[in-house]
């Protein structure tokens, strides 16, 4: 029974729609009308600027880690912590407040997970994340990569097995929000980093 309230506790959690809160009643913007109409951080620093992405960032972030943390507290092993991660980036992707159950990408939500179950396995991808940023100015490749490095950190770190096969859910919730993402890579219409979009108001 305690986990199952966890794993609810961690959604409801990870649905806290920040982007879509602080550009709306900060800044009087939807966000879910302008550029990729997603409520992330890439949207948001895109639409808004560079602040508001940050704070929607650290934000976003704090929802995996204190999913993770409940889990750590309460049910005392770290593969069910990873559970309860999992929880707050599926309530990231697809938010009970917002219609539709329209949420973010999950990548903010998924490195506060990925931080507070091995600081260490994280790490990596957090280079890597910024590396490829700095080499190809594509957000979205950049989190697609580094995310699916995490389960490979976590084996070479000699992880559980289970925490290890479960972490492997992270990058498949990732592939999935990102799939029209992939398509524009593809095609070459994904925008990069830095390009703004216009509001007209």
Not at 64 to 83: D, E, H, Q
Not at 149 to 156: E, G, I, N, W, Y
């Amino acid at each position: 029974m305690k986990i199952i309230i966890l794993l609810i506790a961690s959604y409801i959690i990870g649905s806290i729609p920040n982007g879509y809160i602080i550009s709306k009643n900060i800044y009087h913007i939807d966000i879910t009308k302008y550029g990729s109409k997603n409520i992330g951080m890439t949207n948001v620093q895109r639409v808004i600027g560079n602040k508001p992405a940050l704070v929607v960032f650290l934000l976003d972030f704090a929802k995996g880690a204190i999913a993770v943390i409940l889990g750590r507290y309460f049910l005392k092993t770290i593969p069910l912590a990873m559970l309860t991660g999992i929880a707050a980036i599926i309530g990231h992707d697809y938010s009970i407040f917002m219609p539709h159950l329209k949420g973010g990408k999950g990548v903010s939500t998924s490195y506060g997970v990925m931080a507070f179950i091995s600081f260490y396995a994280a790490l990596p991808s957090g280079g890597l994340f910024f590396l490829i940023v700095f080499l190809t100015k594509y957000v979205s490749l950049a989190s697609i990569l580094s995310i699916a490095l995490f389960p490979v950190s976590l084996l070479l770190f000699r992880a559980n097995k289970v925490t290890v096969l479960l972490s492997i859910i992270i990058p498949l919730l990732v592939l999935i929000s990102h799939r029209e993402n992939i398509k524009r890579l593809i095609s070459g219409k994904e925008r990069k980093i830095g390009e703004k979009v216009r509001i007209d108001q």
